[in-house]
């Protein structure tokens, strides 16, 4: 299983990024897979999942602002982060499943929010 996140950077509060993670050793479109994210001195906290179905669901938090979605064809999945906020600041991984917390998971991409 290989997990490689992209995307993250500088951000002001109430901006936007969109979060990629390339998947290759198995099989990824008859995988679940989920977003999750660590702040600094935070555990890790669970954000969004999308099953194989395209069913999401995501944290209360987050949900109406991140977008989880799939391209199945590019083995690949992104987060949408719309109205970013500076709680929403973390390294933010990708991960194979549905299962938290997450056995694997990439290497992570960093998420600053800041003005």
């Known amino acids: 299983v290989r997990l490689m996140e992209s995307g993250g950077g500088l951000v002001q509060p109430g901006g936007s990024l969109t979060l990629s993670c390339e998947a290759s050793?198995?099989?990824?479109?008859?995988?679940?897979m989920m977003w999750v994210r660590q702040a600094p001195g935070k555990e890790l906290e669970w954000v969004s999942t999308?099953?194989?179905?395209?069913?999401?669901s995501s944290k209360g938090s987050v949900a109406g602002r991140f977008t989880i979605s799939r391209d199945n064809a590019k083995n690949t999945l992104y987060l949408q982060l719309d109205s970013l906020r500076t709680d929403d600041m973390a390294m933010y991984y990708c991960?194979?499943?549905?299962?938290?917390?997450?056995?694997?998971r990439g290497q992570g991409t960093q998420v600053t929010v800041s003005s």
């Open positions: 050793g198995f099989d990824f479109s008859s995988n679940n």
């Open positions: 991960a194979k499943g549905e299962t938290f917390p997450p056995a694997e």
């Open positions: 999308i099953y194989s179905t395209g069913y999401t």
